[in-house]
T-cell receptor, first 111, second 114 residues
Framework: SQQGEEDPQALSIQEGENATMNCSYK?????LQWYRQNSGRGLVHLIL?????REKHSGRLRVTLDTSKKSSSLLITASRAADTASYFC???????????FGQGTRLTINP | ETGVTQTPRHLVMGMTNKKSLKCEQH?????MYWYKQSAKKPLELMFV???????ENNSVPSRFSPECPNSSHLFLHLHTLQPEDSALYLC?????????????FGPGTRLTVL
């Protein structure tokens, strides 16, 4: 399975600190996407990184991809209470026709 | 909220009931998806429609029946469900059925089967 697995499953930090979440997957991919989900709501797309890219930035978000280790990380800098949510990675595999989501990291930002 | 709406937002039904979930996207997209999100399990893709044609049925039981009358609307017809079908059902759309496209999700329907 190419399913992504996020680590840690849960993360609790103080407002203003940086939060790092990791995603590992098993097969070759075309791209990897990160999504955020607020409690009981739909997912919101954050960023897409292609297999030939190593790092990408979007505002306070930084995503890295290491295809040799089949892993990606999402860094949120200067966290805010509004960043409290679950974060999912999703992989689009070579030859696959669907995104495969991991189980997510539950991030809590304490004021 | 994104340009994808879902109704109802909450649904409680018995195992003998028949109900339908509705999804509508206002983004001009060509692909639409149904996902199931259960507690402590990864998001599961159920169905994919591309230009109104079903392109993926991820081994979903026949008690779930999708319908896509046009590229803006997607339904999920439910009948004789089981309690384990209780979950958050999410609809999503994307420009095309291309994994390089981001998917836009609706808020979901929280389904409880008694």
């Amino acid at each position: 399975s190419q399913q992504g697995e996020e680590d840690p499953q849960a993360l609790s930090i103080q407002e203003g600190e940086n939060a790092t979440m990791n995603c590992s997957y098993k097969t070759s991919i075309n791209n990897l996407q990160w999504y955020r989900q607020n409690s009981g709501r739909g997912l919101v797309h954050l960023i897409l990184i292609r297999s030939n890219e190593r790092e990408k930035h979007s505002g306070r978000l930084r995503v890295t991809l290491d295809t040799s280790k089949k892993s990606s990380s999402l860094l949120i800098t200067a966290s805010r209470a509004a960043d409290t949510a679950s974060y999912f990675c999703a992989t689009g595999g070579q030859g696959a026709q669907k995104l495969v989501f991991g189980q997510g990291t539950r991030l809590t930002i304490n004021p | 909220e994104t340009g994808v709406t879902q109704t109802p937002r909450h649904l409680v039904m018995g195992m003998t009931n028949k109900k339908s979930l509705k999804c509508e996207q206002h983004l001009g997209h060509n692909a639409m998806y149904w996902y199931k999100q259960s507690a402590k399990k990864p998001l599961e893709l159920m169905f994919v429609y591309n230009f109104k044609e079903q392109t993926e049925n991820n081994s979903v039981p026949s008690r779930f029946s999708p319908e896509c009358p046009n590229s803006s609307h997607l339904f999920l017809h439910l009948h004789t469900l089981q309690p384990e079908d209780s979950a958050l059902y999410l609809c999503a759309s994307s420009q095309d059925w291309d994994l390089d496209n981001e998917q836009f999700f609706g808020p979901g329907t929280r389904l409880t089967v008694l």
